[in-house]
C-alpha cells in the first residue's frame, strides 16, 4: 500500500491509500465508527494478485479530519463517487 495521500473536499481534508496494479480497481468503504484498517488484509491479497486497491477514511473518521460540517449520508455519498471520478483516468 502506498504512503498516505489527503483528497480535499468542502470542510475535511480526506486520507486515502492506494496500490498499483494494473488489474481491475477496487474501492473499499468502512461503515460508520470504522476506519480503513478494517480492510488492511482484503486490500493486501488483492494487490497481490493485480488488483489496484483503494482504501479511504471517511470524514470525520479515521485520519480524515478535520471536519468542519455537519455529515450527511447524501455528503458521504458526494465524497466516495468524487472520489471515483478523481481516481479515475
Known amino acids: 500500500m502506498s504512503e498516505m495521500e489527503r483528497f480535499e473536499r468542502p470542510g475535511c481534508s480526506v486520507a486515502l491509500w492506494r496500490s498499483g496494479g494494473s488489474g ?3 474501492v473499499f468503504r468502512h461503515g460508520a465508527g470504522a476506519d480503513h484498517v478494517v480492510f488492511d488484509s482484503q486490500a493486501e ?29 447524501e455528503m458521504l455519498i458526494d465524497d466516495a463517487e468524487a472520489l471515483i471520478d478523481e481516481l479515475t483516468p
Open 24 to 26: 481491475r480497481s477496487v
Open 45 to 73: 491479497a488483492l494487490a497481490e494478485q493485480g488488483h489496484r486497491t483503494v482504501l479511504w477514511d471517511m470524514r470525520a473518521h479515521g485520519l480524515s479530519r478535520p471536519n468542519g460540517t455537519p455529515i450527511t449520508a
